[in-house]
């Protein structure tokens, strides 16, 4: 029987792939979590679940644990402070990793962001040089596993933009950072709809996340075949890429605001703009300006391995989330006698 671990199993990601694991799985999970209150899509008290409360920066306190499983699934991240990043992003990561069972564990699925790769999936250069302390962080420990004795057995996903939970609270799920920013995004539709963004990037559901994530942790662990890789695997999750001016398309229509003939952002403007109005930007946003296409290839789906995606497009997402739907069926009028 799999034994998984899942660290910062109370975040959105972490509650999904705990709940899709006990779903679809006979599977005993050890749930990392600093705090067990938060822990709202699965019971703590169900016969196959056991929790490990602490920070991620107090590893040895579950060796005894982290030596049995045969699975882990290492979701637990920082962000904010540059010196607590480095703790729980870095050296936690080493030590979590060197009291694993050489013998017992079979697969460590590891979290990153897909910020720190190329369209191709190689590391991005100007993720070291540019990014914020979460960035760093999570290029530098990918640099570190890369070469790690254990590295033949790591999955290294990358999420791209992550919606999960409702924008009103109400799921069992918490929502995630981008689903809470929908309501705000709409505020904005009176002045977006009149913009044009030469840009695009891809989002994953964090359902289909966890649905990936299981396919991985039940299946048998198997060499990286992907092509141009080393020993450890890198995959990104995420959908079909979309454009910005589609997703604003998609907004106005859902929340019934009128498209208006549009101006494009050009950098130049862009630029301009960020000089007459009080907006503070760092090296990594400068650099974010200039890439624009954050876009990968391949980006997973779930479909790639076998399964099917919960949120395949954005309108699904849409639904998912909550988000009023202001917007009005399109009704076909005669026109001179003409439909």
Request: charged share 20%; hydrophobic share 40%.
């Amino acid at each position: 029987m799999n034994r998984i671990l899942i660290t910062g199993a109370s975040g959105c990601v972490g509650q999904y792939v705990s709940h899709w694991l006990l779903e679809n799985s006979d599977a005993d999970l050890l749930l990392w979590l600093r705090d067990p209150t938060k822990l709202t899509a699965v019971s703590a008290d169900h016969p196959r679940v056991r929790l490990l409360i602490g920070d991620l920066r107090d590893t040895d306190r579950f060796a005894d644990d982290l030596a049995s499983v045969n699975r882990v699934i290492h979701t637990a991240t920082a962000w904010g402070d540059p010196v607590r990043a480095e703790q729980v992003n870095v050296v936690a990561v080493k030590r979590l990793l060197a009291l694993l069972n050489p013998q017992v564990v079979e697969q460590i699925i590891y979290f990153s962001t897909a910020s720190i790769l190329d369209r191709d999936l190689n590391p991005l250069p100007e993720a070291l040089a540019y990014g914020t302390e979460y960035i760093q962080t999570k290029a530098r420990c990918l640099q570190d596993l890369e070469t790690h004795q254990l590295a033949d057995r790591i999955i290294a996903v990358f999420p791209t933009l992550v919606f999960g939970g409702r924008v009103d609270g109400t799921s069992v799920f918490p929502t995630s950072y981008l689903t809470e920013g929908l309501a705000e995004a709409s505020r904005w539709l009176w002045l977006a709809r009149w913009l044009r963004a030469d840009a695009s990037f891809h989002f994953i559901h964090a359902e289909d996340i966890a649905r990936i994530c299981g396919q991985f942790a039940l299946g048998p662990h198997e060499p990286n075949k992907e092509p141009g890789q080393g020993r450890l695997r890198r995959i990104v999750m995420g959908q079909r890429a979309i454009s910005v001016d589609q997703t604003v398309d998609t907004l106005c229509r859902w929340r019934g605001v009128r498209r208006t003939p549009g101006v494009p952002m050009w950098p130049w403007l862009i630029q301009a703009l960020i000089r007459i109005l009080p907006i503070e930007i760092n090296d990594w946003d400068r650099f974010s300006i200039r890439q624009r296409h954050f876009i990968h290839s391949p980006a997973s789906t779930p479909e790639r391995f076998g399964g099917t995606s919960h949120a395949p497009n954005l309108e699904t997402v849409l639904i998912d989330s909550g988000l009023p739907n202001h917007g009005k069926p399109r009704r076909s009028r005669k026109v001179g006698g003409f439909k």
